[in-house]
């Protein structure tokens, strides 16, 4: 990479609450040569509140394939671009990639300069497992594709994560209970913003709320657990089996001893010294 090209910056923004935008995002945004911005307007704004200026350019869905061989072009001839979103960052479920691509073609530096995003701020308030997670982007507007798209991931061992819109949400959450089945969930709408809101409960409770007309409102975020929630098979094992039984069970399952009783525990809501207590006096009642 030859020193006299310039760089393209991916600006991260808030999300709501401006406080969150980052000292590094506000010196990068004041030294480029160009902001490429989805809605001018909405950045001059942002840009006007913190005192810079800057010479702006459009970069949005409908002119994203021209202008990202442009900006690719200016920066090739040594020019700094820093590329913004409306809010959050830029190429998450917003244009980015494709001059993100055309400067990796020409060999030329791509910067992140990371911020918020609305999907990592749901997901790790959410509660739900942040270990591993699918984020899905905006589920399809119609119902069939809806449940195609849920259909499959249902089998990932993965939190899912899926923006959504208001007047769509009822129906997410209707859809998404009868193909993934009952499982804890979570909307968090209006982050970092003054109605912020977090609410978790299981996809029926979640989907009877938000059925009523206009229930739903402002920028949302839809988080749903990996699994569902067994109760069947939870409740009928504490009321059913003995330890005995349960690490018979795990040990024709190819569970060893000291796993059986520790899985018989944990099912049975006991502590391991208790649960061996008692397999030990079942064996032995057994064998009089
Ligand atoms: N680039 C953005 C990001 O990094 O999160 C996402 C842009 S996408 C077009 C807009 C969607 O993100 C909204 O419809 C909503 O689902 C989600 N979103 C954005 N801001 C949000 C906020 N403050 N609270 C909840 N969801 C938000």
């Given at each position: 990479m030859?020193?006299?090209?310039?760089?393209?910056?991916?600006v991260?923004?808030?999300?709501?609450?401006?406080?969150?935008?980052?000292?590094?995002?506000?010196?990068?945004?004041?030294?480029?040569?160009?902001?490429a911005?989805?809605?001018?307007?909405?950045?001059?704004?942002?840009?006007?509140?913190?005192g810079?200026r800057a010479?702006t350019?459009s970069?949005?869905?409908?002119?994203?394939?021209?202008r990202?061989?442009?900006l690719?072009?200016?920066?090739?001839?040594?020019?700094?671009?820093?590329l913004?979103?409306?809010?959050?960052?830029?190429?998450?479920?917003?244009?980015?990639?494709r001059?993100?691509?055309?400067?990796?073609?020409?060999?030329?530096?791509?910067?992140?300069?990371?911020?918020?995003?609305?999907f990592?701020?749901?997901?790790?308030?959410?509660g739900l497992?942040?270990?591993?997670?699918?984020?899905g982007?905006?589920?399809?507007?119609?119902?069939?594709?809806?449940?195609?798209?849920?259909?499959?991931?249902?089998?990932?061992r993965?939190?899912?994560?899926?923006?959504?819109?208001?007047?769509?949400?009822?129906?997410a959450?209707?859809?998404?209970?009868?193909v993934?089945?009952?499982?804890?969930?979570?909307?968090a709408?209006?982050?970092?913003?003054m109605?912020?809101?977090?609410m978790?409960?299981?996809?029926?409770?979640?989907?009877?709320?938000?059925?009523p007309?206009?229930a739903?409102?402002?920028?949302?975020?839809?988080?749903?657990?990996?699994e569902?929630?067994?109760?069947?098979?939870?409740?009928?094992?504490?009321?059913?089996?003995s330890?005995?039984?349960?690490?018979?069970r795990?040990?024709?399952?190819?569970?060893?001893?000291?796993?059986a009783?520790k899985?018989?525990?944990?099912?049975l809501g006991?502590?391991?010294?208790?649960?061996?207590?008692?397999?030990?006096?079942?064996?032995?009642?057994?064998?009089v």
């Open positions: 030859s020193q006299d090209r310039g760089t393209l910056y991916l991260a923004t808030p999300i709501g609450n401006l406080e969150d935008v980052t000292r590094r995002a506000l010196r990068v945004l004041a030294e480029a040569d160009v902001v911005c989805e809605d001018t307007r909405r950045t001059r704004t942002l840009l006007e509140h913190f810079i010479r350019v970069y949005h869905e409908h002119n994203e394939r021209e990202a061989t442009e690719a072009q200016l920066i090739e001839e040594g020019r700094t671009v820093a913004v979103s409306d809010a959050g960052t830029p190429g998450v479920n917003d244009p980015g990639y001059v993100v691509r055309a400067c990796v073609e020409r060999n030329l530096r791509v910067v992140p300069v990371p911020g918020p995003t609305a990592v701020a749901a997901l790790t308030a959410s497992p942040t270990d591993e997670f699918y984020f982007g905006f589920l399809p507007a119609k119902s069939h594709a809806r449940r195609e798209r849920l259909a499959a991931v249902r089998q990932l993965a939190t899912l994560v899926f923006y959504e819109t208001p007047h769509r949400l009822a129906h959450l209707a859809d998404a209970l009868e993934l089945g009952e499982r804890e969930a979570v909307v709408r209006e982050l970092t913003k109605h912020e809101e977090i978790r409960g299981r996809l029926s409770e979640l989907a009877e709320r938000f059925r007309e206009g739903a409102r402002g920028e949302l975020v839809l988080v749903i657990d990996r569902e929630i067994d109760e069947g098979v939870a409740e009928g094992t504490r009321a059913a089996s330890v005995a039984d349960l690490v018979t795990f040990e024709a399952e190819g569970l060893d001893q000291r796993a009783l899985r018989a525990a944990r099912e006991l502590t391991r010294d208790e649960a061996y207590r008692r397999l030990t006096s079942e064996r032995s009642r057994s064998k």
